[in-house]
C-alpha cells in the first residue's frame, strides 16, 4: 500500500468539457508527478510539480495544467477536452531529496472522453 | 533521446523462471525501474537498480544491467499466477521524469 490516492476512480466527459482530476501524495513526499497511460501503451509523463512550482513538463499541450497545494496534494487540469485524452491518469509522489527519486503511483482515474 | 522498447507478450509455466527484456537509449540515466500493473490497477514499484551496477538480487527478483549495450532484464524465479501483470521498465530521463517502455505482458499458467 502506497498510501497515493486519487479521485475520482472512473470520469466520462464529452469532447470540449473540462475537467480536474485530484491526488493525494504518500506521507512525507514533496513532489508529485502525472502521467498519462492510454490503453496499451506505457505511461507518459505530463508534468511535475514540486513545492508547489512546476518543475519539468512533458510534451503535452497547455490546455494540460496543474497545481500542488502546500499539504503536497495536486491537481491536473484539462481544458477542451479531446477524444485522445480519453486514457487512465496516474500521479506519483516521491521524496526529492532521495537519490533513487523512486516514485510511487497511485490507482489512477479513467477518463473517457465521448 | 529517450527511448525504452520491450517485448510485448511473455508465457511460462508456473514454477518456471521468467525473463523480462528491455532496452533503453539514454547512457546517462543514473536509476532503471521496473513496475508491475495489475488490470484496472495503478504501478507497483518492484525494484530499481543504479547504473553503477551490474546485478541486484531481491528475493525471487534479479535485475541484470548490461550498461554497454543498454539491456535491462528482470527475472522472476519460481513464477506464479499472481506474477500474471504487464511489467514496465523505466529510465530516469532529464526533470526526474520517468520513461516507460510500451509493457511486456506475463501470462503464468498452472
Known amino acids: 500500500e502506497t498510501g497515493v490516492t486519487q479521485s475520482p476512480t472512473h470520469l466520462i466527459k464529452t469532447r470540449g468539457q473540462q475537467v480536474t482530476l485530484r491526488c493525494s501524495s504518500q506521507?512525507?513526499?514533496?513532489?508529485v508527478s502525472w502521467y498519462q497511460q492510454a490503453l496499451g501503451q506505457g505511461p507518459q509523463f505530463i508534468f511535475q510539480?514540486?513545492?508547489?512550482?512546476?518543475?519539468g513538463r512533458g510534451n503535452f499541450p497547455p490546455r494540460f495544467s496543474g497545481l500542488q497545494f502546500p499539504n503536497y496534494s495536486s491537481e491536473l487540469n484539462v481544458n477542451a477536452l479531446e477524444l485522445d485524452d480519453s486514457a487512465l491518469y496516474l500521479c506519483?509522489?516521491?521524496?526529492?531529496?532521495?537519490?533513487?527519486?523512486?516514485?510511487?503511483f497511485g490507482p489512477g482515474t479513467r477518463l473517457t472522453v465521448l | 533521446g529517450e527511448d525504452v522498447e520491450q517485448s510485448l507478450f511473455l508465457s511460462v509455466r508456473e514454477g518456471d523462471s521468467s525473463v523480462i527484456n528491455c532496452t533503453y537509449t539514454?547512457?546517462?540515466?543514473?536509476?532503471l525501474y521496473w513496475y508491475k500493473q495489475e488490470p484496472g490497477a495503478g504501478l507497483q514499484l518492484l525494484t530499481y537498480?543504479?547504473?553503477?551496477?551490474d546485478m541486484k538480487q531481491d528475493q525471487r527478483l534479479t535485475v541484470l544491467l548490461n550498461k554497454k549495450d543498454k539491456h535491462l532484464s528482470l527475472r522472476i524465479a519460481d513464477t506464479q499466477t499472481g506474477d500474471s501483470a504487464i511489467y514496465f521498465c523505466a529510465e530516469r530521463g532529464g526533470f526526474q521524469k520517468l520513461v516507460f517502455g510500451t509493457g511486456t505482458r506475463l501470462l503464468v499458467s498452472p
Open positions: 539514454d547512457s546517462s540515466s543514473t536509476y
Open positions: 506519483a509522489s516521491s521524496l526529492e531529496t532521495q537519490r533513487a527519486d523512486t516514485q510511487y
Open positions: 506521507s512525507g513526499h514533496n513532489t
Open positions: 510539480y514540486y513545492r508547489e512550482e512546476e518543475n
Open positions: 537498480i543504479f547504473s553503477n551496477m
